[in-house]
DNA sequence: TAATACTCTACCAAACAAGTAGACTAATAT
DNA sequence: ATATTAGTCTACTTGTTTGGTAGAGTATTA
């Protein structure tokens, strides 16, 4: 399961890809259109921007805006900076790999099923984009 | 990511697997062999029991062993009784539903991925069983 | 009846999730 | 210049989950 904080992300994400072109967007603005609550969703968007996934700017007329065209930022990307792996075992996991010390990997049957599990997740959420995340 | 729990419990569901139709095997077997704590060990293969992947006998001789074929059972069934949902999202379980009440489930976009992401993951987790977990 | 082996209850420390509070800094309009 | 706006940063809190450990109890069978 994804947690609040991928899926505030994600939906913020969704509203500024929405957005695209018309200048910043208040923290406030995405808060409210999108319930998030103002303060957490500050710290989401911050570590966004950390990861060149968002730019913003300060003062008035400022905000937040996406740092690239909606297409050109993958689900894969945003989900590894908020949530991490996306893989359901570290031993599989492409970005985050840590071996397994506990058992065999060349003949771990587990291994074998988790990586394909992951394989086929991924062939989405590399494909699909910010701009798939527009409503309606 | 998976549990620790989970892992283990499909780590020893495997060893199950491979010792099927050979009488009861005892926890502190599976636990040397698998590399599991004994007593957390203990918990899982109890809760896989209550939920018929298992059955045991007790006293001298006894042990756990699988309820039924290593066929019949299938990963997604272990899955949701050790980790849950395997669903991104609640609003996309079909064995955990809550519906959002944060957002319009109707024309949401997050949804929809997620919903593509679940279909393709269980077809996979469905058609494996403990079987699959069978090492080497 | 003694030994074996699963069952059940309780407890624990550390990490994480989800959020809150408030001071600080940079940019802009007037 | 300066007031206002709006993002940045640090610190804290509260509750839950994770990954265990300890030990008494109960059923079975040789």
Request: glycine residues 6%.
């Amino acid at each position: 399961m994804l947690s609040q904080k991928t899926k505030y992300g994600l939906k913020a994400l969704g509203y500024l890809a929405s957005q695209y072109g018309q200048g910043p967007v208040l923290i406030a603005e995405i808060a409210t259109r999108k319930k998030i609550p103002v303060k957490f969703l500050e710290s989401i968007l911050l570590l966004l921007k950390q990861n060149n996934i968002l730019d913003s700017k300060k003062g008035k007329g400022g905000g937040y805006f996406l740092f690239d065209a909606p297409k050109q930022t993958s689900l894969a990307a945003v989900m590894r900076i908020i949530e991490g792996p996306i893989a359901m075992l570290p031993c599989v996991s492409l970005n985050f790999y840590k071996k397994c010390n506990d058992c065999n990997e060349k003949n771990c049957a587990l291994k074998k099923v988790m990586a394909i599990t992951r394989d086929v997740t991924l062939k989405i959420l590399e494909k699909k984009t910010l701009e798939d995340l527009i409503d309606e």
